[in-house]
């Protein structure tokens, strides 16, 4: 179908973090990242406010969850019960979304109680009939909306965008390349001073793609590979602190979740650009020794590839914990838009909450200068961050693995893919009750 037909729409947006508007207020970036993730649960996003809440008395979302709210707000939000909602729906309803031809996206609506969203290309009463009888008993509600264009016809025009955007704009890096299941169109990122002298070609691109499509500028991103949990072992947990080669002040990554193969060999995945280079045994102060934890196994990371990668360890100190969390990791489930998340952070030595953005991303990895596929969300990162583990709690004992964070701009490796790609393996997970409980 040509541009016309589907009323192809070339936007340009320049994006920038909330300037700071006195000294009390807190770091610039951790400000802009708790504006952003309020604003993405329906929550005022105001800057003054915000910053007055953050670390105070009142402030009971930032140790849960990593987000301020205050207690009003966090029981508003209700978390849990939007996690909970999210794998309910992945296990009912998604299988029977993939069949639908007339499929144009499936997201849940952060700022409108987590409620699920399918949009179709052409809206039959017997297959709204279908998915609602397949919607779980605890509902946060469904909305039907129609859309022009399939989640497959996006997927195809994002992988045609490399193509043209080679030919078009060869002298301009793109950032990241995602496909926006909200607003039913591409999304291209670039830095934010190549703009104004991209956009003509970019409208170019975007004629030949056939599908909307926005470009955004913003600072670039940087893979946050270089944190205070330096003491995990017998068993270890996701979210611990990884050194390369060497024990120094150098930090490197971070442990994600622990999987395991055919035969019971229990390894665990992290980033994969973590790995591109140099010394391939992994370390940490807390195994006692020559604080080996294991050495590199596969990796998924290459040009147009995923950042992910696995990483032999001791089957002794395989668990089904993440740092700082009492859920077990009980097995893993494919990132969805609006799907609330939190990640284990290793260097910055907190778990933070968000949410996902796009289960369909390319972005530019600098590391090696690669292109990579992956998920996106709005959860912050910063350098040694990468390869924490992303994950949904679904309950108050139970959790399920999402991703493996990236970079700084939340980008992660979707969890589902390396167990098929680099395996298979198999989400370590915990034995029934009474043996742990």
Same mark, same amino acid.
């Given at each position: 179908m040509g541009a016309s037909a589907l009323g192809v729409a070339l936007a340009v947006v320049l994006v920038a973090a909330p300037a700071a508007t006195g000294t009390s207020l807190p770091d610039s970036i951790? @400000?802009?990242?708790?504006l952003e993730r309020r604003a993405a649960l329906g929550l005022v996003a105001d800057p003054t406010e915000t910053a007055g809440l953050m670390k105070s008395d009142a402030d009971v979302g930032s140790d849960m969850w990593g987000i301020?709210?205050?207690?009003a707000e966090e029981g508003r939000v209700d978390l849990p019960g939007r996690m909970q909602f999210a794998v309910d729906v992945a296990q009912s309803v998604m299988p029977a979304l993939e069949d639908l031809p007339t499929l144009a996206g499936a997201y849940f609506d952060s700022a409108s109680n987590g409620? @699920?969203?399918v949009a179709l290309t052409e809206i039959e009463e017997s297959v709204a009939a279908k998915i609602d009888g397949l919607m779980p008993a605890s509902s946060r509600g469904l909305r039907i909306v129609e859309r022009q264009v399939t989640d497959?016809?996006?997927?195809?025009?994002?992988? @045609?965008?490399?193509?043209? !955007?080679a030919r078009f704009l060869p002298e301009v890096p793109v950032q990241s390349a995602a496909v926006d299941s909200v607003r039913g169109e591409l999304v291209f990122e670039i830095d934010a001073r190549a703009v104004e002298a991209a956009t003509d070609r970019f409208g170019s691109i975007a004629s030949q793609l056939g599908v909307q499509s926005r470009l955004i500028g913003a600072d670039p991103a940087e893979d946050t590979a270089c944190t205070s949990r330096d003491n995990c072992a017998y068993p270890m947990k996701g979210g611990v602190r990884l050194y390369k080669g060497v024990i120094d002040s150098y930090n490197e990554c971070t442990m994600a979740f622990h999987v395991y193969l055919?035969?019971?060999d229990d390894q665990f995945l992290t980033a994969g650009h973590c790995g591109y280079s140099g010394s391939n045994n992994w370390l940490h102060p807390g195994i006692a020794g020559n604080n080996v934890v294991g050495t590199d196994q596969a990796t998924l990371y290459a040009p147009e590839g995923k950042d992910l990668m696995r990483i032999q360890m001791d089957d002794a100190q395989? !668990?089904?914990?993440?740092?700082?969390?009492?859920? !077990?990791?009980?097995?893993?489930?494919y990132p969805q838009v609006g799907m609330p998340v939190c990640a284990s952070r290793g260097r910055a030595a907190t778990i933070s909450c968000g949410t996902v953005t796009s289960q369909w991303v390319r972005w530019y990895s600098n590391t090696a200068g690669y292109y990579v596929w992956g998920g996106d969300s709005n959860l912050p990162s910063i350098g040694g961050d990468s390869g924490s583990p992303i994950y949904l709690r679904y309950n108050a004992q139970e959790a399920f693995a999402v991703g493996t964070l990236s970079n700084t701009s939340g980008n992660f490796g979707i969890v589902e893919q390396a167990l098929?790609?680099?395996?298979p393996l198999w989400i370590n997970v915990p034995p029934p009750c009474p043996g742990i409980c």
């Open positions: 951790e @400000l802009a990242s708790a301020p709210m205050t207690a409620e @699920l969203v497959a016809a996006l997927s195809d025009a994002l992988k @045609l965008s490399a193509e043209l !955007w055919n035969n019971f395989a !668990w089904y914990y993440v740092y700082g969390d009492p859920r !077990w990791i009980v097995g893993s489930t098929s790609e680099l395996g």
